[in-house]
Nanobody, 120 residues
Framework: VQLQASGGGLVQAGGSLRLSCQAS????????MGWFRQAPGKEREFVAA???????YYADSVKGRFTISRDNAKNMAYLQMDNLVPEDTAVYYC???????????????WGQGTQVTVSS
């Protein structure tokens, strides 16, 4: 397994969760990392991305509430999710790409996904 996402769960609205993505060195080194999500009945959408140098970019729907980060020494990426709302309920996926991208078509390694459920 090249990417392993974890940290999902059930949380009440207003709560927080921290997702983690463990990658192999080959999958992680010098590559951009992204988080995407897919809600029931909806297409998978971009959430956040972080470049190798730490540059970040967020979807408007999560800006100011979510924080993406990475630890290059540990081949880990994180998504800190605060002030969660029911609309954040989805399966969350981490992925890697050759650069810093927001379009999922440019990501070529994907984790298995972790479920996040936010109750109202």
């Amino acid at each position: 397994v090249q990417l392993q996402a974890s940290g999902g769960g059930l949380v009440q609205a207003g709560g927080s969760l921290r997702l983690s993505c463990q990658a192999s060195e080959r999958t992680f080194s010098r590559r951009g990392m992204g988080w995407f999500r897919q809600a029931p009945g909806k297409e998978r959408e971009f959430v956040a991305a972080v470049g190798w140098s730490g540059t970040t970019y967020y979807a408007d729907s999560v800006k100011g509430r979510f924080t993406i980060s990475r630890d290059n020494a540990k081949n880990m990426a994180y998504l800190q999710m605060d002030n969660l709302v029911p609309e954040d309920t989805a399966v969350y996926y981490c992925a890697t790409a050759s650069g810093f991208y927001v379009h999922q078509e440019q990501y070529d390694d994907w984790g298995q996904g972790t479920q996040v459920t936010v109750s109202s």
